[in-house]
Each structure stands twice: as structure tokens, then as C-alpha cells.
């Protein structure tokens, strides 16, 4: 039976190795969905064989053209993983709303409509409906949303990244419990620092202490697999952060002290497309 997964932002960084290792996965038949159409096609090379679609996902025609794509190449989808975003710095007394609207529009309008789009069709997979390698047989499928651990504690310049992000954990959590009746699971995978294309992590790579604060792509992929079908519900990666998430909860006022005297200023990372 394919095991059919579509994995967003997938031309390099988290994207890139979460397609590297779900193509490890037996039968895996997987569609890569980002911006450049060169380095898709390449990794499909690379990886034998894959469907590629190039789109823009803040695009308004974005979600059904994809959603069309796999229909009609593959009649069914087990995983998808909402990969793609980006970050871009500022205080929100330099760069207002139309910086949070522009993190809003990729980090959460993007994967929620790309999910409004592609859920039938995942629940159908779930149901045993229409998939022809396995008509009738259930199978476990998943939506993955790759957040952050800035969904859990918020840093100076990094506000807008931030609220996307916050927002993609609490619609997550919510669609969680909505999708589990139907046998459609929604995970969370919240990386802190990962080094890829848009975050290089020079600074902290350079000091011997936030080195080890440091992740990778590969990590975070094995993390997507965890909370994907029948997996976890979060994950965070490296898995000590959700330290972090505690001490928001229990000290909030040492929180907000310690990001605001400059703890971390390093560049907030983003996953790329």
C-alpha cells in the first residue's frame, strides 16, 4: 500500500531532510510543494521519483491547485506536513501590522487553508475511501504543523514571528480533538534553534555554551515522524526545550526578565521554503 506524504517548504532545510527521510519509509510516494521548481525537481532526482508542484502558498489559488495535484496523481494522502515559513525581525514600533500581517499570511493562513483544502481527501485516506492500492482499508494518517518554540515563549523583535506561530499551536490543538473521531491526527513539532538556509546560527554556533543549544534538519525530520500518523501529539526538538514552555507557565515574569535584558537575541530561526 503507498504511503503518501506531501511535505511544504520542502527545497531546503527542515523541508529538504523531512523528504530525505519519509522517502526511507516503505512504499513512500511523496509530492514536494515549494517556490523553486529547480531544487525540487533535483531532490526528486535524488531521491528516485516524487511529484513536484512550484507554487507560491499565499497565493489564493495555492491550496486547490495541490489539492487537485494529489487527487488526480495519487487518490489519497497519509501525511502532511506544514512546513514552510519564514521570520523576518523588527520591533513591532518599527514594522506595525504589515509585519505581522506578512508572518500571518505564510506561517498560519497558509498551512490552515492548504489543511481546509486537502482535509476531504485525508479523511477519505483515514476512512478507506477511494484510494485504490486499499479500497476500504483504514489507514492512519496525520496532519504534521511545524511550529516553534517561539509558539511558547515570545522574544523581543520577534513578536510577529511569534503570533503566527502562536496561533498555528492553538488552531492545531483545537483541529487535534476535531480530526480524531474521523482517524486524522494532528501533530506539532516545535524546533528551537535549526541551522538551515535562512538561519545559518553563525552566533551561536561560535560560543561553546548556545552551541548546544543548537539543532538540525535531520532531527527535526525524525521529530515530524514521531508526531505523524498514530504518533505524539508534540514534539519539541532538542527535546529538553519545552523547559522553556514550563517556565512560561510557572515563572512568567522571570521569562519576559531574562528575554528582555537580550538572552537569545540571535536572529529567530525559520524553516524556509
Not at 1 to 6: D, F, N, P, Q, S
Request: avoid cysteine; aromatic fraction near 6%; charge should be positive.
Amino acid at each position: 500500500m503507498a504511503y503518501v506524504a506531501l511535505i511544504t517548504g520542502a527545497s531546503s532545510g527542515i523541508g529538504e531532510a523531512t523528504a530525505r527521510r519519509l522517502a526511507r519509509e516503505p512504499d513512500a510516494k511523496l509530492v514536494l510543494v515549494a517556490r523553486r521548481r529547480e531544487r525540487l525537481e533535483r531532490l526528486a532526482s535524488e531521491l528516485g521519483s516524487a511529484t513536484v508542484i512550484d507554487v507560491d502558498l499565499t497565493e489564493q489559488g495555492a491550496p486547490a491547485k495541490v489539492a487537485e495535484i494529489v487527487e488526480r496523481e495519487h487518490g489519497a494522502l497519509h501525511l502532511l506536513v506544514n512546513n514552510a515559513g519564514a521570520s523576518w525581525r523588527g520591533a513591532f514600533g518599527d514594522t506595525g501590522w504589515e509585519n505581522v500581517e506578512r508572518h500571518m499570511r505564510l506561517n498560519f493562513e497558509a498551512p490552515v487553508r492548504l489543511v481546509e483544502a486537502l482535509l476531504p481527501l485525508m479523511r477519505r485516506t483515514a476512512a478507506g475511501v477511494g484510494a485504490p492500492s486499499a479500497p476500504g482499508r483504514k489507514a492512519p494518517v496525520a496532519i504534521v504543523n511545524v511550529a516553534s518554540t517561539a509558539a511558547r515563549v515570545s522574544r523581543p523583535r520577534a513578536g510577529a514571528y511569534s503570533a503566527s506561530k502562536f496561533a498555528l499551536v492553538g488552531w492545531s490543538d483545537a483541529l487535534y480533538g476535531e480530526e480524531r473521531p474521523g482517524g486524522v491526527h494532528v501533530g506539532l513539532v516545535l524546533p528551537g534553534f535549526v541551522v538551515t538556509e535562512g538561519f545559518p546560527a553563525a552566533e551561536l554556533l561560535a560560543r561553546p555554551l548556545t552551541r548546544l543549544i543548537v539543532s538540525e534538519p535531520a532531527k527535526v525530520a525524525d521529530a515530524i515522524v514521531a508526531a505523524g500518523p498514530g504518533g505524539r501529539a508534540e514534539v519539541y526538538v532538542p527535546g529538553y526545550y519545552w523547559l522553556a514552555a514550563a517556565s512560561r507557565i510557572l515563572m512568567p515574569g522571570l521569562v519576559r526578565r531574562a528575554t528582555a535584558g537580550g538572552a537569545f537575541t540571535t536572529t529567530t530561526p525559520s524553516t524556509g521554503e
